[in-house]
């Protein structure tokens, strides 16, 4: 009698890993962008670039999960 093995899945570690980061760097960029938005006088633009990375950091995690099963 054979017995099938359910699929597995098997995520490489550096993936794993870059996508820890990314996650506390997207927390990180979050709170930074918040209080800089909060703080900055009228007309200082200085927090764009901070959403600019923020947005980067989440369509790297974006595609690291579509790399998933």
């Known amino acids: 009698m054979a017995f099938a093995s359910a699929p597995s899945c098997s995520i490489p570690l550096r993936v794993i890993h870059l996508r820890a980061s ?3 760097r997207l927390d990180q960029l979050r709170l930074t962008l918040s209080d800089q938005v909060e703080s900055l006088p009228f007309g200082n633009e200085a927090w764009m670039q901070t959403e ?6 989440e369509q790297a995690l974006r ?3 579509s790399l998933e099963c």
Request: avoid cysteine; hydrophobic fraction near 60%.
């Open 22 to 24: 990314l996650m506390r």
């Open 52 to 57: 600019r990375e923020l947005v980067a950091a």
């Open 63 to 65: 595609q690291l999960r």
